[in-house]
């Protein structure tokens, strides 16, 4: 249960929007029914793309608020120039997940990086390459993530997102949602399926001249007017590429 922002393309104002999210640490919405503050303070990550455009890289991970502290901050500013692709990640631990840095969101493996929102309950036996090694702390989207990277081996360019829009609707172990960010450095998708809670588990896309911006929830900046924020639908996969960027967007049959 956690909040996910992408922003693919160049924009001038990638910092503010990346820091502007980085609030949603303290303020982000929470499931209904929940007898919690708003927040997502159990760790937070970033990765972006490599120089060439070809990976995405692990940039850093914490424990605690984005918002506390200065480390975050510090990451969005090391950066010299604007990341062809960006992940950040606000995490709010499922019950059934431990609190440890092993957790922490994203997951990389082979230029692949994933960032989830939701619970997928028995993740480990989900198949997978047994080649794969486990990282983390028992991470239900660590297992899934090797689930899709399974899926994907020996796919060409052209044909992954089908791939991955089928390798979601086989999905057969419960789970809350797999609203997804995945990107391999040079293509970002964007995953929503959910299967309860519909006005938690939201993306959001947001197109600016030359980048788009992909979030849980809407950020709240200046720069963006609150109106061109727009809903994914549920069982959508979005491919976002090219420069100029375009979408694709791919329809995932629905699971019972």
């Given at each position: 249960?956690?909040r996910?922002?992408g922003?693919?393309?160049?924009?001038?104002?990638?910092?503010?929007?990346?820091?502007a999210?980085s609030e949603?640490?303290?303020?982000?919405?929470?499931?209904?029914g929940?007898?919690?503050?708003p927040?997502h303070k159990?760790?937070?990550?970033?990765?972006?793309?490599?120089?060439?455009?070809?990976?995405?890289?692990?940039?850093i991970?914490?424990?605690?608020?984005?918002r506390?502290?200065?480390c975050?901050r510090?990451?969005?500013?090391?950066a010299?120039?604007?990341?062809g692709?960006?992940l950040?990640?606000?995490?709010?631990?499922?019950?059934?997940?431990?609190?440890?840095?092993?957790?922490?969101?994203?997951?990389?493996?082979?230029?692949w990086?994933?960032i989830?929102?939701?619970?997928?309950?028995?993740a480990e036996?989900?198949?997978?390459?047994p080649?794969l090694?486990?990282?983390s702390?028992?991470?239900?989207?660590?297992h899934f993530f090797h689930?899709?990277?399974t899926?994907?081996q020996?796919?060409?360019?052209a044909g992954?997102?089908?791939?991955?829009?089928?390798a979601f609707?086989?999905?057969?172990t419960?789970y809350?949602?797999?609203n997804c960010?995945?990107?391999n450095?040079?293509?970002?998708f964007?995953?929503?399926?959910y299967?309860?809670?519909?006005?938690y588990y939201?993306?959001?896309t947001?197109t600016l001249?030359?980048?788009?911006?992909i979030?849980?929830?809407?950020?709240?900046?200046p720069?963006?007017?609150p109106?061109?924020?727009?809903?994914?639908?549920?069982?959508?996969?979005?491919?976002?590429?090219?420069?100029?960027?375009?979408?694709?967007?791919?329809?995932i049959a629905?699971s019972?």
């Amino acid at each position: 249960m956690c909040r996910l922002l992408g922003i693919y393309g160049q924009s001038d104002i990638w910092r503010e929007i990346a820091l502007a999210f980085s609030e949603q640490a303290e303020s982000g919405a929470i499931p209904p029914g929940e007898d919690q503050k708003p927040g997502h303070k159990d760790g937070w990550g970033i990765t972006m793309t490599n120089r060439d455009h070809t990976a995405m890289i692990p940039v850093i991970r914490q424990l605690g608020s984005a918002r506390k502290g200065s480390c975050y901050r510090d990451a969005i500013f090391a950066a010299s120039q604007p990341p062809g692709i960006l992940l950040c990640h606000l995490r709010k631990a499922s019950d059934i997940i431990p609190i440890t840095l092993a957790n922490a969101h994203p997951f990389i493996h082979n230029g692949w990086a994933i960032i989830h929102n939701g619970t997928v309950f028995d993740a480990e036996s989900l198949p997978r390459d047994p080649r794969l090694m486990t990282t983390s702390d028992g991470s239900d989207t660590e297992h899934f993530f090797h689930y899709l990277l399974t899926r994907m081996q020996n796919t060409p360019s052209a044909g992954m997102a089908g791939t991955i829009a089928r390798a979601f609707a086989a999905v057969e172990t419960d789970y809350s949602a797999l609203n997804c960010l995945l990107s391999n450095g040079r293509d970002l998708f964007a995953i929503r399926h959910y299967r309860k809670w519909e006005e938690y588990y939201t993306l959001y896309t947001y197109t600016l001249p030359g980048s788009i911006i992909i979030s849980s929830q809407p950020v709240d900046i200046p720069q963006l007017k609150p109106d061109n924020w727009k809903p994914l639908s549920n069982n959508r996969l979005l491919r976002i590429s090219g420069t100029p960027p375009k979408i694709e967007q791919i329809p995932i049959a629905a699971s019972n």
